[in-house]
């Protein structure tokens, strides 16, 4: 079974910037489409980017502009690079596949944009 990693949150504020890191275990990582997901308190998890094999990448509206995914398949880590945060991006991030049987859950690493 893959184990998910995530790592690279924390509190920032307003207009700044984190990068988050994703590693599943194993060296299967570069034959799958990757996904950043999240959950902010009383709400659904959402899938708000995702990338192809190939580098295609596919955004969420609300995150369009500010957050960039990229993936090193000779490291097996998915990035996801966000900036101009918003206190509405506050919530528990997660990596997985982008579509088809998810693997489970990691534990995820809690981004915070507060004043």
């Known amino acids: 079974q893959v184990q998910l990693v995530e790592s690279g949150g924390g509190l920032v504020q307003p207009g700044g910037s984190l990068r988050l890191s994703c590693v599943p275990s194993g060296s299967i990582f570069s034959i799958y489409g990757m996904g950043w997901y999240r959950q902010a308190p009383g709400k659904q998890r959402e899938l708000v980017a995702s990338i192809t094999i190939g580098g295609s990448t596919i955004y969420v509206d609300s995150v369009k502009g500010r957050f960039t995914i990229s993936r090193d398949n000779a490291k097996n880590t998915v990035y996801l690079q966000m900036s101009n945060l918003k206190p509405e991006d506050t919530a528990a991030y997660y990596c997985?596949?982008?579509?088809?049987?998810?693997?489970?859950w990691g534990q995820g690493t809690q981004v915070t944009v507060s004043s």
């Open positions: 997985n596949r982008a579509r088809g049987t998810l693997w489970d």
